[in-house]
Nanobody, 121 residues
Framework: QVQLVESGGGLVQPGGSLRLSCAAS????????MGWYRQAPGKQRELVAD???????NYADSVKGRFTISRDNAKNTVYLQMNSLKPEDTAVYYC???????????????WGQGTQVTVSS
């Protein structure tokens, strides 16, 4: 059984910063993909940023230069540092990890429960 637990959301003023964390626990052999998605009211869920096991990162154009994704493999944790936040960043943020729990070579997708980020004055 694998669980992803997110933390770090909240209310912040425009221009402020937040740091999200997502820790994976359970029977984990390895994690290749770790990513953050977000979903605003009335909109589809979108990829914000992801990081692969080798350290390669990918960002949505709307957050480039403001958000930084990182991971701590020893802790099975992925982080999202969000700076210069804008009202349009308001959404529920979800982490997603592709996890292998055996040496079969198969990875399975797991989602966190979501954490609310609200950017408002």
């Amino acid at each position: 059984q694998v669980q992803l637990v997110e933390s770090g959301g909240g209310l912040v003023q425009p221009g402020g910063s937040l740091r999200l964390s997502c820790a994976a626990s359970g029977s984990i052999l390895s994690i290749n993909f770790m990513g953050w998605y977000r979903q605003a009211p009335g909109k589809q869920r979108e990829l914000v940023a992801d990081i692969r096991s080798g350290g390669n990162t990918n960002y949505a154009d709307s957050v480039k230069g403001r958000f930084t994704i990182s991971r701590d493999n020893a802790k099975n944790t992925v982080y999202l540092q969000m700076n210069s936040l804008k009202p349009e960043d308001t959404a529920v943020y979800y982490c997603n990890c592709h996890i292998a729990y055996s040496d079969s070579g198969n990875y399975y997708s797991y989602w966190g429960q979501g954490t609310q980020v609200t950017v408002s004055s």
